[in-house]
């Protein structure tokens, strides 16, 4: 715990954002750090409260409740009261592989479990742990920590988001050869380029990747599985294989007019806005412009409000976003309490830029859309929505009801889907054999994470679909333990 009474004496401070109209000019990234004695007073806040169900990582209501990976949080808060950030960086990197990602893109379900968070604002979780990271950076204390010794077994991982580099990690610090194949030309997965550098910059994913490397990972990148590397081959080239290539087929919107020019997946929005960035610093003009243009994101998660920023500093002449659900409440409601992930509404970082530039939240809820249409020359020009309510069929199911009368018409140069991910791609698996669920992910039960094919594993969102980034490195850490007892026949592995 941290002071006793520090939950009584200190209010809940963030670090003031970079102004939005500020910060939409640049690539940057927006977060701030307070100083010292006042992110100390922040961990003094953490209460004796018995039972910290900040760390206890469970799904309540179908959300997580806790941080999945079980962060030792009371324990690196009260360091931090006391200033013991060296201490601090240890007690954090005993469960995360990376503090520096989860503190910046994570929505911290440890807030909102928080037992402080009953009655006050809860602890600032989520900062304080970014803090500790990036003032272990600062003072180099993150040093490459390779394995005293090898066990000569090979480990081929397949992907490079969080949930394969956790893996790699892991089985590094086990002492197997690992070596982690990535299909794009940079290592990082959707932390890569599906992730706006204004949210995290990428030197913070390069930093900790030559660390990786200089501990003894090798990285192959812009080697697909299944296309540039056979599939077939990994089993006979490695002891063992773990898959964590995501889950990256995106949900569709097959309505008229969805063959038209300028309607696009988010993704590959944002994946060609990053590259672009990172290459040339848009130079080269390989993206999705945005710039004059009255932009349509459909789908209100988070991958929408990226959508969102990235229009907005590319200069686009108006965004909305609209979303298919109701708006959330302002306050928790009697059927979601705590310690549930509270499900009220807020205003995250592109609507906040939106809102200051164009005046209010881009967002619109109860919306469907019903076509594209185009201008003559096979480019949109608009789309056709309606609003929707809420009912519950025969069945006792909520479903979409189209509310006569609402029909409406809107101005669009781009469209953006962003209505998230069916499941994994079939490239590799296919070759190998590998069983699908009936939602198409890889069958592979959550704590052994063994596929049908014996030495082949699964993790993250290939295997449990569309999730957190604490769940895929949770996922990461647990699978690579299994791998390593299969390896060896026991593990030391946490």
């Known amino acids: 715990m941290g ?15 970079r102004p939005p109209l500020e910060r939409i000019k640049d690539w940057k990234e927006f977060h701030l750090h307070l100083p010292e004695e006042a992110q100390r007073n922040q961990g003094a806040r953490c209460m004796d409260c018995g039972i910290p169900f900040c760390h206890t990582g469970i799904l309540l209501n179908g959300m997580a409740s806790g941080c999945p990976i079980n962060n030792l949080i009371p324990e690196w808060n009260d360091l931090i009261y006391k200033g013991l950030w060296k201490e ?12 520096e990602f989860t503190g910046r893109v994570c929505p911290a379900p440890c807030e909102g479990s928080c037992t402080v968070g009953i009655n006050e604002p809860q602890v600032t979780i989520k900062n304080n742990e970014c803090t500790i990271i990036d003032r272990a950076f600062s003072e180099g204390w993150v040093i490459p920590q390779p394995p005293v010794s090898r066990t000569g077994k090979k480990v081929a991982v397949v992907g490079s988001g969080p949930s394969g580099l956790a893996c790699a990690a892991q089985l590094n610090k086990a002492g197997h050869l690992v070596t982690v194949f990535e299909r794009a030309d940079r290592v990082g997965g959707l932390m890569m380029y599906g992730i706006p550098n204004m949210k995290l910059d990428k030197a913070v994913i390069d930093r900790r990747i030559d660390i ?4 003894g990972i090798e990285f192959v990148t812009g080697t697909e599985i299944g296309k540039d590397y056979p599939a077939e081959k990994l089993l006979a080239d490695y002891d063992s294989v773990v898959l964590c290539g995501g889950a990256t087929k995106p949900r569709d919107l097959p309505i008229e ?4 020019k300028g309607v696009h997946f988010a993704m590959e929005f944002l994946h060609a806005n990053t590259k672009s960035l990172l290459d040339s ?9 945005a710039n004059g ?3 349509i994101v459909i789908g209100g998660g988070d991958t929408g409000t990226d959508c969102v920023g990235t229009s907005i500093r590319h200069g686009c002449k108006s965004v909305t976003q609209l979303e298919i659900m109701p708006s959330p409440p302002s306050e928790r409601q009697s059927d979601n309490p705590w310690p549930q992930w509270p499900k009220v509404y ?9 809102a200051a530039l164009y005046g209010a939240d881009p967002r619109q809820y109860c919306i469907t859309t019903k076509k594209f249409v185009g201008d003559g020359n096979g480019h949109v020009k608009e789309i056709h929505t309606v609003k929707i309510e809420w009912k519950k069929d025969g069945a006792g199911r909520f479903v979409p009801v189209e509310i006569p009368g609402t029909e409406k018409v809107m101005s669009a140069g781009l469209v953006l889907l962003a209505m998230g991910f069916l499941g994994p791609e079939d490239t590799v698996l296919k070759p190998l054999g590998v069983e699908q669920d009936a939602r198409s992910n890889v069958k592979a039960a959550y704590g052994s994470f063994e596929t049908n094919i014996k030495g082949v594993f699964a993790a993250g969102d290939m295997r449990r ?7 895929a490195i949770n996922e990461g850490r647990a699978a690579a333990r299994e791998c390593d007892k299969y390896l060896m026949g026991s593990t030391v592995l946490p």
């Open 293 to 295: 243009k009255d932009v």
């Open 3 to 17: 002071k006793p009474t520090g939950f009584m004496e200190y209010k809940r401070e963030l670090p003031a954002d």
């Open 281 to 289: 610093a848009h130079a080269d003009g390989n993206y999705i412009n």
């Open 465 to 471: 679909g569309q999730s957190l980034v604490v769940w």
């Open 257 to 260: 007019g969805r063959e038209l």
């Open 346 to 354: 807020k205003m995250d970082y592109g609507q906040e830029e939106a």
């Open 212 to 215: 990786m490397k200089a501990e």
């Open 88 to 99: 601090a960086i240890a007690r954090l990197h005993r469960t995360n592989n990376f503090p």
